[in-house]
């Protein structure tokens, strides 16, 4: 009986670019009470470093990507951090895979929250929609959750120069965004670059888009083993943002230049705040292909 309109819903999924667009998300749905328990779990923490003018747009990079992304949830994808009273006036969009938004139900939840397709043609869409509207990127993605071990900052930024050339064509302002803690979320089993298990890992990446992480978590009820995150604090930091004059087609050398005064600005970040928020790290931070 309700066949013809699973087709009209698979018909409007094939064609529809809404998952492309900005607009704000409605107040309710972003401050849900489950957000704000999500949140308190960690517990999560959102702390701005500089103001930002909400006539401007903003390009948020955030680091690292861990097994998750569990911080990006609360901090950018709800109200549990209070993103909009620190930010006034800015409309965050956190930006994911395209295949998500052809999940049915799935899909419409994302979208409820503010959520966007990570497109090319999606991030410069909702840069360019007006005042204020921002999008957030994990930059690492899926190649970045296989270095997420605890007491590391292992980062996949050398070769990510898409969001550099988004920023320039559009004259977003960049902002480096560390989640501190992000990797202690999981414990994931040793996987060497040498190792067969990294190499299956990536053969998997290469074919699905995605990868298949090793972890062990905390249960229900104990602390040894399970699929919940252990309870560890996560605290998001915002840093200042980083100007960009506007260029519709920006040279090699302009993406590079940027791409390293981006890198600069995120490694003063994380030294400013390591000492805070992970002093029983392991290493530093560290940029690996």
């Known amino acids: 009986m309700l066949w013809p309109l699973l087709i009209a819903y698979a018909t409007y999924l094939s064609f529809t670019k809404t998952h492309e667009r900005g607009g704000r998300a409605p107040n309710w749905a972003r401050d849900c009470f489950l957000f704000h328990w ?34 990006s949830v609360a901090s950018f994808g709800s109200e549990a951090c209070g993103f909009s009273k ?30 966007r397709s990570v497109s090319r043609s999606s991030c410069e869409s909702i840069l360019r929609s007006g005042p204020g509207e921002s999008i957030l990127i994990v930059v690492g993605g ?24 988004v920023a320039l064509r559009t004259g977003a302002s960049l ?12 414990y994931q089993v040793e996987n060497d670059r040498k190792s067969t298990l990294y190499k299956i890992q990536q053969k998997i990446k290469a074919a ?5 992480p090793i972890l062990v ?34 040279t090699p050398e302009q993406v590079q230049t940027l791409q390293q005064e981006y890198i600069q ?11 805070q928020f992970a002093p029983d790290r392991i290493g530093d931070l560290r940029l690996v292909e």
């Not at 699905?208 to 298949?212: D, N």
């Not at 600005?265 to 030294?271: M, N």
Request: proline letters at 8%; aromatic letters at 16%; glycine letters at 10%.
């Open 38 to 71: 999500f949140a308190k779990y960690f517990p999560i923490q959102l702390h701005k470093t500089a103001d930002l003018d909400p006539t401007k747009n903003y390009l948020f990079g955030y680091h690292p990507h861990g097994i998750f992304g569990l911080g």
């Open 265 to 275: 600005a995120l490694t003063r970040l994380w030294d400013e705040h390591k000492d």
């Open 208 to 212: 699905c888009g995605f990868t298949m």
């Open 217 to 250: 978590g905390r249960g229900f009820f104990h602390r040894y083993y399970g699929w919940l995150p252990y309870q560890r604090p996560i605290n998001v930091v915002v840093g200042a943002p980083i100007h960009v004059e506007k260029n519709p087609n920006p």
């Open 142 to 165: 899926a190649q970045e959750s296989l270095a997420a071990h605890a007491g590391f900052m292992d980062l996949t930024l050398k070769c990510r120069l898409g969001f550099i050339k």
């Open 175 to 186: 902002v480096p965004v560390v989640s501190f803690g992000e990797n202690e979320m999981y």
């Open 86 to 115: 620190k930010f006034p006036g800015l409309i965050p969009h956190v930006l994911t895979l395209q295949n998500n938004f052809y999940t049915p139900i799935y899909r419409e939840w994302l979208m409820l929250l503010g959520y």
